[in-house]
């Protein structure tokens, strides 16, 4: 996809900075220097280095919103919400450094529960409940917040990623995805109906 705007490709170099030495390693002088611009043009487009990561992280979110939406998710419930955790995982062991930067660094505007969710605020977090929706209007799952399951789902798809990704988890990736899916899949069973 061809960079449109200065903004953008002062983003894509953020991004690639971060993917390459993490969030700390993004600066003004740094992304100017890759770009061949001066620091201070870039203050033009970001006001300072939080809104540039805040841009990073909201592109990350933008490509897993697509992601999960481009995806047909067939199958039983279970099958299915295993299969939306699935692409978390791709997501997150695809771009580390920017599902950290994603969910769990501290920004500005992020999205924060539980009213940015029950406000449908969160695109990612909205497909997952519409399926567990979905599964306690049938009767498949029996009936609780709404919101509190979501999140709870997220929470542990993200706290297992994390550790994976931070050397806690001792397993081959073929490994990890299979323990991550057993995860997930204990968490469905308690809900059921």
């Known amino acids: 996809m061809p960079l449109s705007t200065t903004a953008d490709k002062i983003a894509c170099a953020a991004r690639e900075l971060l993917e390459k030495e993490g969030a ?16 201070m043009a870039i203050y033009r487009h970001y006001p300072d280095r939080e809104a540039l990561l ?22 039983t419930l279970e099958t299915r919400l295993v299969h939306m955790a699935n692409v978390y995982l ?18 500005e505007g992020a999205r924060v529960y539980p009213q940015d969710f029950k406000s449908r605020l969160s695109p990612t977090a909205n497909q997952m409940a519409d399926l567990v929706e979905e599964g306690m209007a ?9 919101w509190e399951i979501v999140f709870e789902m997220g929470a542990m798809s993200h706290g297992l990623i994390m550790l994976y990704l931070g050397g806690r988890v001792a397993l081959s990736p073929d490994q990890f995805r299979a323990f991550y899916q057993r995860s ?3 968490y469905i069973h308690g809900i059921l109906a």
């Open 184 to 186: 997930f899949r204990r």
């Open 138 to 146: 049938c009767g498949e799952l029996r009936q609780d917040d709404l």
């Open 90 to 107: 791709d997501h997150a062991l695809e771009n580390p450094r920017l599902f950290e930067l994603m969910f769990l660094r501290k920004r």
């Open 24 to 39: 700390e390693a993004v600066s003004m002088r740094r992304v100017a220097g890759m770009i061949g611009m001066t620091p």
């Open 54 to 75: 805040n841009a990073v992280a909201n592109t990350g979110f933008e490509e897993l919103t697509r992601s999960l939406k481009r995806r047909r998710f067939r199958g």
